[in-house]
């Protein structure tokens, strides 16, 4: 009796499922979990990632998918917090997924990659910059993305050789990515020969910067640099204005993007960004931003074509090393390039890329960029 | 590192004022709670929170509907804002603290932290959980000091911060020492039972202290939205901690303690920032509510006898 109300409950949860699922949806999909902040106060950069990454499984689906299967994006939210990832980590485990492309914030990949590590699945992520992630020895960790030791001295050379400030702060966020940028731009200007006259963490979520500001004005500073995400770098900027303090400023691609002008407004015209160089510009890509633009996305912003990168790469692997297992594929990414709409792709043992270019952007009031170098 | 210079001190001290004025504002709200119904509301950092909200939404609408006025704009903001948390601080008493007057004091407090999520995650959903931003209402102001040295800015904003603030903390203080329900509010505070039994409808009172809480927090979240011009639906949680920590410094119970505490707190967020580093600003602001507990366990201004039950 028991065993037939088991079947009995079991098929009818199978009729649910499937019902859900729409039938038409039978055959098997290749998942790849797509894993960053959706809600949060940088939801922004993971829609960034999320929008490449949905079109690259749109356009590699349309092409007949990946060896007779379709591509299908799971979409996570991880709201940029390590203890949020970590669950989602879980889930990615209990649904069987293989493959991750994210996450996006550096101080929730750090946490998850270890895990990705030891259950074997594949982790590409598009926008985490913080060196440490791939410094620990992984075999199933890559990215797309430069590192905080390419772009800091990116901004540290530009500040030293085209700026040269009398006196330079550097203020962080004392968060994994902000704080690790800002060493990297210290440790190259020292080198060459600039000492900073302040340098300094604020706390995430402060909104208040007047006691610092004032400090600045002071002393004299006459250049900023600020490691971490745009909601504190526009109030600082927007709140330096207000007392009369008018030093440049600079920060890395976790403030690039249009919202720093709606919290900034015009305070935000003139400071200086690092960021990938946009691949939307490259000739090679016009079909891809064409397809973009149809759907009014943006291909331009930093994380849609690293995003878009990191799905193909997956993809190409699978058709290439003719296997859908995790450990195989890292061993088949690791020995071959893949060309990609952010160029020819190799990655070095550590999974980081061989080759990248972060470039400096100055931002506008009205959130458009042009490149300075 | 350049060494002291008076003009940034005063400097230091107008940002000090400034940022404690809020703090005060929201600590009042905590502070007038608890000395009547001896009980934390921890829903009153969301009531903070809706009240920036409302402060931005109908800024922005009024700013559409043409109105150029910045007097014009704060006054019908101040009400409208003040209009609609006061009734949600009400609703706050009436569904989470009234129908659990009488049981154990953990439990209130329990529905309250309730409320509090419930408030937070509603805003998400109506209002998104990303950051929303306004441009700055009011800007400019009066620069000191010598023309190639270091000039004290006072902004035009600060100035209303400050001058809101007062007038907010004046009314209340006049409200509570000369009106009839002020007196009625004393009266709870001394002893609710005994007040009940001379014929103060203490329900009514205890409402009326939410209301008054839930409008000071009106006032200090437009201000904020003014002020900073960015805010999101988390906003809260900090706000309220720091304006607790304010109230407790000053005395919890004490009205004008929780207006002292919330300088004091300001100031010394202010100074630590200046003269150590940012990062210890909260540091400094707890060590100093510890330092000042174990001199005074009842705050600066708190009153030694009383003990609620």
């Given amino acids: ?373 | 590192m350049p060494g002291f210079s008076p003009l940034e001190f005063v400097q230091q001290i107008i940002n000090g004022l400034t940022l404690g004025s809020i703090y005060a504002l929201i600590a009042i709200g905590y502070t007038m709670v608890y000395g009547i119904i001896g009980m934390i509301n921890f829903a009153h950092g969301e009531i903070y929170m809706i009240g920036a909200y409302v402060g931005l939404l109908v800024i922005t609408a009024l700013g559409l509907f043409g109105m150029d006025s910045i007097t014009a704009i704060l006054l019908v903001t101040l009400a409208i804002g003040i209009l609609v948390t006061s009734a949600y601080g009400w609703t706050v008493e009436r569904l989470a603290y009234r129908p659990l007057r009488g049981s154990p004091r953990l439990v209130p407090l329990i529905s309250a932290i309730g409320v509090s999520i419930f408030l937070q995650n509603y805003v998400q959903i109506g209002q998104g959980a990303r950051d929303v931003s306004m441009q700055p209402l009011l800007s400019g102001g009066w620069q000191f000091g010598p023309a190639n040295g270091f000039q004290v800015y006072l902004s035009y904003m600060q100035v209303l911060i400050a001058v809101v603030t007062v007038a907010f903390m004046a009314g209340l203080s006049l409200f509570i020492a000369r009106s009839r329900m002020g007196r009625a509010c004393r009266a709870c505070s001394e002893d609710r039972g005994m007040a009940n039994l001379l014929g103060i409808d203490t329900n009514r009172v205890i409402a009326l202290t939410f209301v008054l809480g839930a409008a000071l927090a009106a006032v200090a979240g437009i201000l904020v939205s003014l002020y900073i011009g960015k805010i999101n639906p988390t906003i809260g949680f900090i706000a309220g901690l720091k304006a607790f920590t304010a109230a407790v410094l000053g005395g919890i119970g004490s009205i004008p303690g929780a207006m002292l505490g919330g300088i004091v707190l300001g100031l010394a967020e202010s100074f630590a920032s200046a003269y150590l580093k940012t990062e210890y600003k909260d540091v400094v602001a707890f060590v100093l509510l510890i330092l000042v507990l174990l001199v005074r366990p009842t705050g600066l201004l708190g009153r030694p006898d009383v003990e609620k039950v």
């Fill in chain 1, 1 to 373: 009796m028991k065993i037939f109300n088991r079947n009995v409950l079991s098929a009818a949860v199978g009729a649910i499922i499937l019902g859900l699922s729409g039938l038409a949806q039978a055959e098997e999909t290749i998942k790849i979990a797509v894993a960053g902040p959706i809600t949060g106060d940088v939801a922004q950069y993971g829609d960034m990632q999320m929008t490449g990454a949905k079109m690259a499984v749109e356009q590699l689906n349309a092409k007949g998918g990946v060896n007779g299967k379709k591509l299908e994006a799971v979409l996570l939210d991880d709201q940029c917090k390590p203890e949020q990832a970590v669950n989602v980590a879980g889930q990615i485990i209990n649904q069987k997924i293989k493959y991750v492309v994210g996450h996006l914030c550096s101080g929730a990949t750090i946490p998850v990659a270890k895990t990705y590590e030891e259950e074997g699945i594949l982790m590409i992520t598009p926008a985490a910059t913080n060196p440490t992630i791939t410094q620990q020895g992984y075999k199933m960790v890559f990215r797309t993305i430069g590192t905080d030791d390419q772009q800091g001295p990116t901004a540290g050379r530009y500040i030293a050789t085209q700026i040269k400030p009398k006196k330079l702060a550097i203020i962080h966020d004392s968060q994994t990515y902000g704080k690790g940028i800002a060493e990297e731009v210290r440790k190259t200007v020292e080198a060459a020969g600039i000492k900073p006259v302040l340098f300094e963490g604020i706390n995430k979520g402060q909104t208040d910067f007047s006691a610092l500001i004032t400090k600045m004005k002071k002393d004299g500073v006459d250049f900023v640099y600020y490691g971490g995400y745009h909601p504190e770098l526009g109030l600082l900027l927007r709140q330096s204005q207000d007392q009369g303090f008018h030093a440049k400023y600079m920060g890395p691609e976790g403030v690039g993007n249009k919202d720093i002008s709606a919290i900034a407004g015009p305070a935000s015209e003139g400071l200086l960004v690092t960021l990938p160089a946009d691949f939307s510009a490259d000739p090679a890509n016009a079909a891809l931003v064409k397809a973009f633009k149809d759907q009014n996305l943006d291909p331009s912003t930093p994380f849609a074509m690293p995003a878009y990168a990191a799905v193909q790469v997956i993809a190409d692997a699978i058709k290439g090393a003719k296997t859908e297992d995790p450990v195989k594929l890292a061993d088949y990414i690791h020995k071959n390039s893949f060309q990609t709409p952010i160029g020819k792709v190799a990655f070095k043992s550590n999974g980081d890329l061989k080759e990248f270019e972060f470039v400096v952007f100055k931002w506008h009031a009205d959130a458009t960029k042009t490149p300075v170098k």
